[in-house]
């Protein structure tokens, strides 16, 4: 295990997880009260000072690091990066020489502020985001995140990280079990344009021509229906585990929990008392089967169980393998900006 996953004091020197206001499952006993956080300490400092032109120099440094020791970390911290804005990430980026991945289909609103770069989130800063893995809910995926703070918030805000090979291990086998069976529906439900709150699928797709987008849902076999207002309803089935490429394990890799139709009945910019499929998204057993929210429950619980909260600075990097670590963000209130940029 990585050393950002050692023991620290899970009391009230920590995070607080239950009850949080606008977190699905929060008021679960199930949950932790708090999770801890990962000392500024176990953070990674490359050498200083930065020499004037360095840029790729620090990232030739980040990437022997990441590539010798993320899948097995999971998570690498670097501190005090020669960064400041987005402009100054995206050329990091670039440096670092991984291949960019698309964010086409992804559900989040998330503007692209710098070539690769995307915003982290546009969702309301009292959200809290609970753990889960990048695009977990499509079949092509990106391998890698890269989180990188312009600007910290004044309250909370941090980044929760979650181990998925040692939150797995916590869920009951029959309930593995079902899901390796049947896999998991997802329902998507689009205006045509994005709003405050959610996507459309205009941005979505990369197109405004129905016709194309038709296409697109037959070549993928989705099965989908227009309504009067232009919104666009469809779902598929995707299995809930997935291989990883180099070592052959099997992965609990999905978005069950979070686009789960409770966390908009936790929204608070949306009604609690929609039907499931007026959601944004929501889901069902493979064979389109309900899941018991009492079942979301708990497994939203069980992710949250191994969490530890990072508290990102201007300048600070998180690197993460997104097969294996989830990630979120704690609600927060002042200015804070994070960034993220995806990779294969």
């Not at 360095?54 to 690498?76: F, H, P, W």
């Not at 960019?100 to 609103?109: D, H, R, T």
């Not at 009945?265 to 057993?285: E, G, I, S, V």
């Amino acid at each position: 295990m990585s050393a950002f996953y050692e023991s620290a004091s899970d009391d009230k020197s920590g995070v607080r997880v239950r009850g949080r206001s606008y977190l699905a499952g929060a008021d679960s006993l199930d949950v932790p009260e708090f999770i801890p956080r990962v000392s500024r300490e176990q953070f990674l400092t490359l050498a200083r000072p930065w020499q004037e032109g360095s840029l790729a120099r620090v990232a030739e440094q980040c990437r022997e690091i990441i590539d010798k020791s993320l899948y097995e970390q999971g998570a690498i911290i670097f501190k005090d990066l020669p960064l400041h804005n987005a402009s100054d990430f995206n050329a990091f980026i670039n440096q670092l020489g991984y291949a960019p991945f698309s964010y086409n289909g992804g559900i989040a609103v998330r503007n692209q502020v710098a070539g690769h770069v995307l915003m982290a989130s546009n969702e309301d800063s009292r959200i809290t985001l609970a753990p889960h893995n990048e695009m977990a809910y499509l079949l092509e995926f990106p391998r890698k995140l890269f989180f990188f703070c312009a600007r910290e918030g004044l309250e909370g805000g941090e980044v929760p990280i979650s181990d998925i090979r040692e939150s797995v291990k916590q869920i009951r086998p029959n309930v593995l079990a079902r899901f390796r069976d049947v896999g998991i529906r997802y329902y998507r439900n689009l205006p045509r344009a994005t709003a405050i709150n959610e996507i459309g699928w205009e941005e979505t797709f990369g197109t405004s021509d129905k016709s194309t987008i038709e296409q697109i849902m037959l070549e993928k076999g989705y099965e989908f229906v227009w309504d009067k207002q232009d919104r666009l309803s469809y779902s598929y089935v995707n299995p809930a585990f997935v291989t990883h490429p180099d070592t052959g394990e099997e992965l609990w890799f999905n978005q069950v929990t979070e686009l789960h139709c409770s966390y908009w009945r936790n929204h608070p910019q949306f009604p609690p008392d929609l039907p499931d499929n007026a959601y944004p998204a929501t889901t069902a057993y493979g064979d389109g089967t309900p899941i018991p929210v009492e079942l979301i429950t708990y497994l939203r619980a069980v992710l949250w169980q191994p969490a530890k909260a990072v508290k990102m600075r201007q300048g600070d990097l998180l690197a993460l393998d997104n097969l294996v670590i989830q990630h979120g963000r704690i609600g927060f209130s002042g200015p804070r900006q994070h960034m993220v940029s995806i990779t294969a």
